[in-house]
């Protein structure tokens, strides 16, 4: 069986579902919820789903003593959802080829520092796309840059919000995200 974490810096619906997806599963189970942030919505959730958790600073992060806590904890996959904080070497290296996250645009379009939630969704609309999507992607030092494993497109209505837009790209990442972890674990 195996031990993945989740890392997530904000309310962690992408998280539940993936917790909900991986409960009673015989593959993997969802091992460690983390946040770099202490109020984080997502650290209730974990609580809910009896769902161990950790929180760690930046300077944690990219020291490696967070790392240090993935390997005491033999985690041995990791997903990023929702997680804001640029992914250091040290974590990588670890993690080589086994750390996935999600994005709320058809990549390369709409990536990069600062490109999360409702940033990305209000671009999509003032580019007036007639589309968006998910991509999920492979981790590597650059935000949003490393290998593209899937994507699905969803059409943008020219009336549609960033709201609404954002609550057709959740539907996707529910649907897709546990489905897409599963199948490279």
Sequence with gaps: MKNIAILASGSGSNA???ISHFQGSTKARIALIASNKKGAYVLERAKKLNVPSHVFSKAELESGEFTEVLRDQKIDFVVLAGFLLQIPGNLI???PDLMVNIH???LPNYGGKGMYGDNVHR???AAGDTETGITIHL???NYDEGKIIFQTAVAVG???SPEQIAEKVHVL???YYPKIIESLI
Aim: aromatic share 4%.
């Design 16 to 18: 539940e579902k993936i």
């Design 93 to 95: 290296q670890a993690f």
């Design 104 to 106: 709320p645009a058809l």
């Design 123 to 125: 671009a999509v609309k």
């Design 139 to 141: 981790v590597n030092e």
């Design 158 to 160: 020219e009336n549609d």
């Design 173 to 175: 990442e529910h649907k």
